[in-house]
């Protein structure tokens, strides 16, 4: 969710560098071997940026990657989308921008479920019988599911670039135009359903060999690796094991509500998304996942982490989850019962919600090894900005290791870590903020719905 607080801060920018010269010929990465560990949103990304931010005019080679992915292809792409949102929105947000970069907005765009209405979306191509594009907004709803707040994105648009749109998506629509495009790149070899077990040092001190010890007992030897591998980074348990993730103190349940049409999605969840504000305690999110289909997720405060339930769950846990939401959402009325009653039992997921703030690399003690999205800053969902900031990650970080103008490789990365780590704090703690809101009661409610019917006024 966007933090309601941003609407009334200055706009964000990013610098475009798609176009600018970047630096000399030299590279610290040109002709090195970089091994990604995780072929998600940013292992995929930095590959990407890689190759689009490698100038023409440079005589030295390009870099060989090697991707390693734990999952199958078919798991990896194939698995069931819940959606996120690529936002718009500048220096915390900038998603769209480094796709845009990437020359990859318009074929993401076309199979986003929602498209923001108003900005760089010819209407008359909206087509609502496949889903590819519909037109929606952030909104902010009462228990009675009245607009409270409704997010003008002409309001969070970025103003250095082109204009373009916000949107959602599902998380393997996203992941499979990735890796499509991932796929056409030379010099990048995949490895898929290989696990990263542990990563070694080659010799001593930075600038030396790395190697990748793989779950079968083989080694890969390559010059720098990129961790990737998500929030709960096996490289980072290894290497860092003090730097785990910290529970956030909510617990949520979720699930994809399914329907033989469109119109029996209650209205206005087939275009709009956002958050029911019921001053319960209770916070309740809803989105669109396809034409036929819509995402609920409620969440509440709790004291210590919840015991998660094995999957597949059973039939008796399935409708024990199915009747606690019921109950806990009951302030929503009948539009989130009907979520409810409706939902796929394969999609029902309940999950603690879990982060970490950023951390600056120590190449004395690891080598040559850079974590990047969710396996350096992992946020909970209700920052509503995990891809995007996996995304600007590794279009910055390449910016960075391509320009060779620093002074060295772990120059390089500090230049990166000046611009990542402010960046990611700041949206730590929006998410904490979101959290706070949503589940707020008594004089905390009071205050944030005063605050909600100023915004509204600007917005």
């Not at 399914?258 to 119109?263: G, I, K, N, T, V």
């Not at 003690?365 to 900031?389: E, R």
Request: overall charge positive.
């Amino acid at each position: 969710m966007h933090t309601i607080f941003q609407l009334l801060s200055k706009r964000y920018t990013r610098e475009n560098t798609s176009s600018s010269p970047l630096g000399p010929d030299v590279s610290h990465v040109a002709s090195k071997h970089i091994v990604v560990a995780g072929a998600g949103i940013a292992g995929l990304s930095f590959a990407l940026s890689l190759h689009k931010l490698w100038p023409a005019s440079f005589s030295s080679q390009l870099p060989r990657i090697t991707i390693i992915e734990r999952d199958s292809k078919a798991d990896r792409l194939g698995r069931e989308g819940y959606t996120l949102s690529i936002r718009v929105d500048g220096n915390r947000g900038g998603g769209v921008q480094v796709l845009d970069d990437l020359g990859l907005y318009e074929v993401v765009r076309d199979v986003a479920v929602i498209v923001d209405s108003g900005i760089g979306v010819d209407t008359d191509c909206i087509n609502l019988s496949d889903g590819k594009q519909k037109a929606g907004n952030m909104v902010l709803w009462d228990k009675n599911w009245r607009p409270l707040l409704k997010v003008d994105p002409e309001k969070m648009q970025n103003e250095s670039k082109r204009k373009l749109s916000g949107m959602r998506i599902r998380r393997n629509a996203l992941q499979e135009v990735l890796a499509n495009a991932t796929a056409a790149l030379p010099d990048v070899t995949m490895m898929w359903e290989r696990r990263v077990v542990n990563v070694k040092n080659g010799a001593t001190g930075a600038g030396d060999s790395m190697v990748v010890v793989l779950d079968d007992g083989s080694n890969i030897s390559c010059d720098i690796i990129i961790a990737a591998d998500g929030s709960k980074s096996k490289i980072r348990t290894a290497l860092r094991p003090s730097d785990g993730l910290n529970y956030s103190g909510v617990v949520a349940i979720s699930g994809n509500a399914r329907f033989e049409s469109r119109d029996q999605i209650p209205k206005p969840l087939a275009n709009d998304w956002g958050a029911l504000l019921g001053w319960t305690g209770v916070g309740i999110f809803v989105a669109p996942v396809d034409p036929t289909a819509a995402l609920w997720s409620l969440s509440y405060r709790a004291g210590q982490p919840r015991d998660i339930p094995r999957k597949p769950f059973s039939n008796a846990t399935i409708s024990s989850l199915l009747e606690e939401a019921r109950g806990l959402g009951i302030h929503a009325g009948p539009k989130f019962r009907t979520l409810v009653d409706n939902t796929d039992p394969s999609t029902l997921m309940v999950f603690n919600a879990f982060d970490r703030p950023p951390f600056r690399h120590d190449f004395e003690k690891h080598g040559n090894v850079i974590w990047i999205g969710d396996a350096n800053h992992a946020v909970t969902p209700f920052a509503g900005n995990g891809a995007n900031m996996a995304m600007m990650d590794s279009w910055d970080l390449v910016k960075e290791l391509v320009k060779g103008e620093h002074g060295g490789f772990e120059k390089s990365v500090r230049a990166w870590e000046r611009s990542m780590m402010p960046r990611t704090e700041a949206v730590l703690k929006e998410s904490h903020r979101n959290m706070d809101v949503g589940h707020a009661v008594g004089w905390k409610a009071w205050f944030y719905w005063s605050i909600l019917k100023v915004l509204a006024l600007f917005t």
